[in-house]
């Protein structure tokens, strides 16, 4: 259950309307998703994640779209977000990713979080050639 009531008519107000616009532009979509509509309830909250997910996910930079979806869904994995490993699940699939891709990204996933229980449980100390500080 939700913690905010998601807006009945979220586009009445111009600055939810102007960033679901510009949503519906950006993805070439007229799909507006459900995180989007709760955020609605806060114009300055939406307008503020909004132009985030904007900049670091839908901007040309040095890791393409499908490898940002990749780190996408780990991180959700990560921080145990259903709602984002879904969604970005979803974007990665219409990016191109293969279901031989989404199973080694899981066990990629799985390793990481085994070994890094391990190495926190033994307090393994950290070998000087990886220290960059």
Known sequence: MSTVQAPRNPESDPRVKAVFDDIRATRNTEFINQLWRYLAFDATLLEQTWAEVKRVMATPSALDPLTKELVYITASVINGCSYCVHSHTAAATAKGMTPQQH????????????????????????DPEFDRG
Do not use: Y
Request: proline share 4%; charged share 10%; glycine share 0%.
């Open 103 to 126: 199973a080694e990204l899981l066990s990629i996933v799985a390793l990481a979080s085994k070994t890094n229980q391990l190495a926190t449980a033994l307090q393994v100390p950290l």
